[in-house]
């Protein structure tokens, strides 16, 4: 027998007016001025409403919004270990499942966020997302990028760039350019694995509208979908705090970061700059580069160069990747 599950199909918004009101990420947490996460959580949740569970793996999201017994959440939230977001996000939404059919639950399917950071989502917590989605979960997945392992000291994680100075990439005499490693490219990594994944985007907390409606197209597929959000750290990145939304904009206009949907295969790319600035302009107000010659940001330059090749590619003959 069919089920009914309820579930929730999110209009696309015009405008912020459209949305609702009501905030579920309210005031009392302790993140830094100028959090790029915390301003994410935020437009998530007012954009996902009222009938959603989050799922918060250990990070910065967890500790800082967690404390003495308190969160700022409107909404439910449930916290998760750093390895399992994915795992404890698979058991809620099978156990709506089997009480939807077996007529314990008659209520509007929840919306079931799992928000990890990038050690979460593709460190130490791979493994559990990689299947959730496998097994085709009912699960949004976002990945709240700060690239960096900022709750603990901002170490080195697999999205930290090229050249950026950590606790665990320090430049020296040895290795002059600190992170000797380029970052994993997150969503390619998510839609080559996955067959049952059909929705896959990325945004920034520069682009409200765009991450809205983003994240309720995802929430409104009745599979797994993933989320990659750049949410720059203004502590791990060593810039001014006011500079939060400016940093996350500058990604975008350099190549450093590119806004698209990968929907069933098909690439759709959004905010494409007609001209791309250096990307020296981008790390030039980060201290997590002020160590960093010339040789070391030419380097940097060829790295996002081919990543802008590859957009310039995909949007002249849109690639449908085989599914």
Same mark, same amino acid.
């Given at each position: 027998?069919?089920?009914?599950?309820?579930?929730?199909?999110?209009?696309?918004?015009?405008?912020? #007016?459209?949305?609702?009101?009501?905030?579920? +990420?309210?005031?009392?947490?302790?993140?830094?001025?100028?959090?790029?996460?915390?301003?994410?959580?935020?437009?998530?949740? #007012?954009?996902?409403?009222?009938?959603?569970?989050?799922?918060?793996?250990?990070?910065?999201?967890?500790?800082?919004?967690?404390?003495?017994?308190?969160?700022?959440?409107?909404?439910?939230?449930?916290?998760?270990?750093?390895?399992?977001?994915?795992?404890?996000?698979?058991?809620?939404?099978?156990?709506?499942?089997?009480?939807?059919?077996?007529?314990? +639950?008659?209520?509007?399917?929840?919306?079931?966020?799992?928000?990890?950071?990038?050690?979460?989502?593709?460190?130490?917590?791979?493994?559990?997302?990689?299947?959730?989605?496998?097994?085709?979960?009912?699960?949004?997945?976002?990945?709240?990028?700060?690239?960096?392992?900022?709750?603990?000291?901002?170490?080195?994680?697999?999205?930290?760039?090229?050249?950026?100075?950590?606790?665990?990439?320090?430049?020296? #005499?040895?290795?002059?350019?600190?992170?000797?490693?380029?970052?994993?490219?997150?969503?390619?990594?998510?839609?080559?694995?996955?067959?049952?994944?059909?929705?896959?985007?990325?945004?920034?907390?520069?682009?409200?509208?765009?991450?809205?409606?983003?994240?309720?197209?995802?929430?409104?597929?009745?599979?797994?979908?993933?989320?990659?959000?750049?949410?720059?750290?203004?502590?791990?990145?060593?810039?001014?705090?006011?500079?939060?939304?400016?940093?996350?904009?500058?990604?975008?206009?350099?190549?450093?970061?590119?806004?698209?949907?990968?929907?069933?295969?098909?690439?759709?790319?959004?905010?494409?700059?007609?001209?791309?600035?250096?990307?020296?302009? +981008?790390?030039?107000?980060?201290?997590?580069?002020?160590?960093?010659?010339?040789?070391?940001?030419?380097?940097?330059?060829?790295?996002?160069?081919?990543?802008?090749? #590859?957009?310039?590619?995909?949007?002249?003959?849109?690639?449908?990747?085989?599914?």
């Amino acid at each position: 027998m069919k089920v009914d599950y309820k579930f929730q199909k999110l209009e696309p918004a015009k405008n912020f #007016k459209a949305i609702n009101k009501a905030e579920m +990420y309210v005031p009392g947490h302790r993140t830094c001025a100028g959090c790029g996460p915390a301003l994410n959580y935020r437009l998530v949740a #007012k954009a996902a409403g009222p009938d959603t569970i989050f799922i918060g793996p250990t990070g910065c999201m967890y500790v800082a919004n967690a404390s003495y017994l308190c969160t700022p959440y409107a909404v439910s939230l449930i916290h998760a270990q750093i390895t399992n977001g994915g795992a404890v996000a698979s058991g809620i939404e099978a156990a709506f499942k089997v009480l939807a059919q077996k007529g314990k +639950y008659t209520g509007v399917f929840p919306n079931i966020i799992v928000m990890a950071g990038d050690g979460g989502t593709v460190d130490i917590g791979l493994q559990a997302m990689s299947a959730m989605l496998y097994r085709n979960h009912k699960v949004l997945f976002i990945c709240y990028d700060n690239e960096s392992y900022a709750n603990t000291g901002i170490q080195v994680s697999p999205t930290s760039p090229y050249g950026a100075n950590t606790t665990f990439t320090p430049p020296g #005499k040895e290795i002059p350019e600190a992170n000797v490693l380029f970052p994993k490219y997150v969503p390619e990594l998510v839609i080559g694995g996955h067959p049952a994944l059909k929705y896959v985007a990325t945004t920034t907390i520069a682009h409200p509208l765009d991450l809205t409606n983003k994240v309720r197209k995802a929430l409104s597929f009745e599979g797994p979908t993933f989320l990659h959000m750049l949410a720059p750290c203004p502590k791990g990145w060593k810039f001014d705090e006011k500079l939060s939304r400016e940093m996350a904009k500058l990604a975008v206009e350099t190549g450093m970061w590119s806004l698209f949907e990968w929907e069933n295969g098909v690439y759709k790319y959004t905010n494409v700059p007609k001209t791309y600035k250096p990307i020296s302009e +981008y790390m030039k107000n980060q201290g997590r580069f002020s160590h960093l010659k010339a040789e070391h940001i030419a380097k940097m330059q060829a790295f996002v160069d081919e990543r802008i090749a #590859k957009v310039k590619a995909n949007i002249a003959i849109p690639i449908a990747t085989p599914r």
